[in-house]
Each structure stands twice: as structure tokens, then as C-alpha cells.
């Protein structure tokens, strides 16, 4: 075997939220083969098998008596290029915002209103993410990801992932795959997502009338910056909240009460709300309970200032929930994986 297994690590330093928690057993995989022989090894130590990317969506509530495998695989290739459309590919352990700029390195767009998001290349689909206007639905060209029930490889198109809204089907049927690799459509010639209002705005402010893909890019570093915390320096795992989805009936009924609500209309009939409104028109943003709170300048955030657990994380988000649906009817869904 030629996986290096460690016994009882702390995982402190592998999630964002930097809390505490202990796996029985530990290694990483850097190739194809290391996921298929952790595999065997959890079998014959009679625990599960427990990926871990990032660690940016995530909230550990718990010890995990598991195998955590966590993908450390690199590389970034070119497959194909017609002088305009080019599909990029990208291991599952590459850092998410370091492959972002390196495909404006390379000349390319499609990726720049992602900037900045915390993660890995590989965990990227399993929420769909997106920011600014933008999902990896939009540019998503096929992944590479390993059935557990079959052992084999399966590839993926578009269809095959059924994207949602922070979903897809690696989601739903959480733990039977284990991606390996993500293609993405970009191209040479950029179509730029400018609708995001801060966006426009920091790009007048800015005197950039002509934007390239680059100035989004720090555009949107700049933004999120300003409104999100470093987890280097403050325990965070990004929105902890999703942006409601409710039938346009419900959403003009809050308006009625609350003429200020943000909305964003959907397709069918949808609106989405945001969560970020609901929870500081509450009166939650700067919240603190302990070492758990509400970041002071943005609601859609929890944070840990210390020594928060995750149990306590999670309570505090339960408290919010039902807090909002109190006061406007409404269901807020944790983003974040809880463990």
C-alpha cells in the first residue's frame, strides 16, 4: 500500500470554520489510483470512506470515526481550442480561485464573477457555485468522478449533473461519487455578466468603461473582500443561508409589509428572496453568542471567533431559522454541509 494513513488527526486546520474535530483515520490522494486503493482501505477497516476538498462548505458537528480521504490531486490542462472556444480541465484538489486565475492567465472568460470562492476545483459542482450572476452550470463542459457502488469511472455532461440551484445530482445522492477531474467550456472573446449592481458600480467608480475579464476578476475580489470575511483570519464557510425561492404570491404579500424587501425575479413564477435582507432586518447581523455569530458587516455570515464548536454553529443558525420564519413565513436552508 502506498497510501500514507495518519491515526486520529485533527482537522482543525482543513475546514474554514477552523473548528475542531478528530478523524480516526487520515490520508490523501494525489492520483486516481490513491482513491481506489482508500477505498479498499476503508473497507478493511470497517469504516467509511469521507471525502474532504476545501473544507470551505462545511460544518463539522462531530468526530468522524471514518477514513477521511482528502484530494490533493493537481493539474491544469488544455483539451481542446478551436481559436475560441476552449475546454480547460482541472484535478479535483486544484484551490478553486488560483485555477480561476489561471484561465485569465490564459486568455480566457467565463470564469471571472467566480472569483475569489473559497474550495476546490472538484467540490465546485457538488453545490453548483456561483456568485455575481454567474454558476458553474454556465460553463461546466463534463467531469470525470468515480461510482463507489460500481468502482469504475463515469463521465458526466450537463444533463447527467442535473444543476439546481445550489445543487446537483452529486448532492442529492451525497457520498456515491467521488469526482476526479472538471472540464469547463470558456472562451477567447468575453460575453461579461455585468448585472450584479456592486459590480457596475465598482467598475465606474473605477473609470473602467471597456472592462476585461481580469478587472471583473479583481472587481469581484475587491467586492467580496469588502464584504466577507478571510477565513484565514475568522472562522467562516462563506453564505451560510440560501436565497429563498417563494412563489411570487408570497413575495408581494412581503412587500406589503416590508416595501424595502430585496427581490430577484425567477423563472415560473418564482422570486427569489434574500436571505441576507431577512436576517439583518431581523436584527441578527453582529449577533454573538460566544465564539458563534453573525459577521457585523455582512448577515448571510456566520462565524466563529475562536472557539466555537460546531454544535454551537449550528444552533445559533437553528435560532436564526426560526426566527425568520416567524417573523415572514419563511424557510431559510443551511447552505453548508452539516457532518
Known sequence: MSLLIEQNRSLKALNTFAVEARATHFTEAQ?????????????????????????????????????????ASRGIRVLEDDGERVIIEAEAGEPWHPFVLRSLELGLSGLEN????????????????????????????GLTALDRETGAQREFDLQACEFGYRDSVFKRQAGRYII?????????????????????????????????????????????????????ILGNAGSFFKNP???????DALRERFPDVVTFPQAEGQVKLAAGWLIECAGWKGYRDGDAGVHKL????????GQATGQQIIQLARRIQADIAERFAVQLEIEPNVI
Open 31 to 71: 492520483f486516481d489510483q490513491d482513491v481506489a486503493e482508500a477505498l479498499g482501505e476503508a473497507r478493511r477497516l470497517g469504516v467509511p470512506l469521507w471525502i474532504l476538498g476545501g473544507g470551505s462548505n462545511l460544518v463539522l458537528t462531530t468526530d468522524l470515526d471514518a477514513l477521511v480521504l482528502r484530494m
Open 245 to 251: 425561492l417563494v412563489p411570487q404570491s408570497v413575495a
Open 114 to 141: 467566480l472569483s475569489l470562492i473559497p474550495g476546490t476545483v472538484g467540490a465546485a459542482p457538488i453545490q453548483n457555485v456561483g456568485a455575481y450572476g454567474v454558476e458553474v452550470k454556465d460553463v461546466f463542459a
Open 180 to 232: 476526479l477531474r472538471v472540464r469547463f467550456a470558456l472562451q477567447r472573446t468575453a460575453n461579461l455578466q455585468l448585472d450584479y449592481g456592486p459590480l457596475r458600480q465598482w467598475l465606474q467608480q473605477h473609470a473602467i468603461d471597456s472592462p476585461t475579464p481580469a478587472d471583473v476578476s479583481r472587481a469581484v475580489c475587491a467586492i467580496r473582500s469588502e464584504k466577507l470575511p478571510d477565513p484565514r
Open 298 to 305: 455582512q448577515a448571510l455570515v456566520l462565524v466563529n471567533y
